[in-house]
Each structure stands twice: as structure tokens, then as C-alpha cells.
Nanobody, 117 residues
Framework: QVQLVESGGGLVQTGGSLRLSCAASGRTFSRDGMGWFRQAPGKEREYVAGFRWNIGNTMYAESVKGRFTVSRDNAKNTVYLQMNSLKPEDTAVYYC??????????WGQGTQVTVSS
């Protein structure tokens, strides 16, 4: 099992920034990669960004490319999502997830991000 705990959400004005953190514990060696997802009210959960440990590049959804950046601190087993130039449409609950070689299998509890206009 892998446990994931997100933090860093909050209320920010349009154009502002937030940094989300995702701390992993447990069988962290079983992870094949990490990702960020979000779910806005009344909408399905959508992929935001992610990476595989054995592949160097990080993938981003088109809607956040150039504004969001994923980074990681391996010593702390923590992954970050730096979100800049936030827009009201970025308002959602953001989830951190860890994947096996097959699929995203472990999920955090989510953290709310609200961008006011």
C-alpha cells in the first residue's frame, strides 16, 4: 500500500499562484509514476500532469501547459505541483495519485483549490 497526503490548497485570486504538495509513504518503491488530477463540481475527474520514474519527461494537460510545473524531492518522497497564472476554471479538488505499471492505483484525499475572479 501507498499512502498519499496532499496539502497546499486554498483560495487565490485570478493570476495568483499556489503550490500543492503530495507526501508519499508506505510501499513507495512499488510506484511506477506519480500524477496530479482534478475534479471540478459537476465534472469528471481529469488528468493534469504526471511522470513515470523510468521516463524523464513530465506530461501536462493542454489546459495547464506553461502554467503548471511538477517537481519532486526524492529524499522526502514528496511531489509538488506549482500552479501559476491561475484561472477561475482551475477551481477544483486536486488529487495526487501513484501508479503501478498498469494504472493509477493509489489516491490522496484531495485538496481544494479555489480561484476567484
Amino acid at each position: 500500500q501507498v499512502q498519499l497526503v496532499e496539502s497546499g490548497g486554498g483560495l487565490v485570486q485570478t493570476g495568483g499562484s499556489l503550490r500543492l504538495s503530495c507526501a508519499a509513504s508506505g510501499r513507495t518503491f512499488s510506484r511506477d509514476g506519480m500524477g496530479w488530477f482534478r475534479q471540478a463540481p459537476g465534472k469528471e475527474r481529469e488528468y493534469v500532469a504526471g511522470f513515470r520514474w523510468n521516463i524523464g519527461n513530465t506530461m501536462y494537460a493542454e489546459s495547464v501547459k506553461g502554467r503548471f510545473t511538477v517537481s519532486r524531492d526524492n529524499a522526502k518522497n514528496t511531489v509538488y505541483l506549482q500552479m501559476n497564472s491561475l484561472k477561475p476554471e482551475d477551481t477544483a479538488v486536486y488529487y495526487c495519485a501513484a501508479r503501478t505499471s498498469i494504472q493509477y492505483e493509489y489516491w490522496g484525499q484531495g485538496t481544494q483549490v479555489t480561484v476567484s475572479s
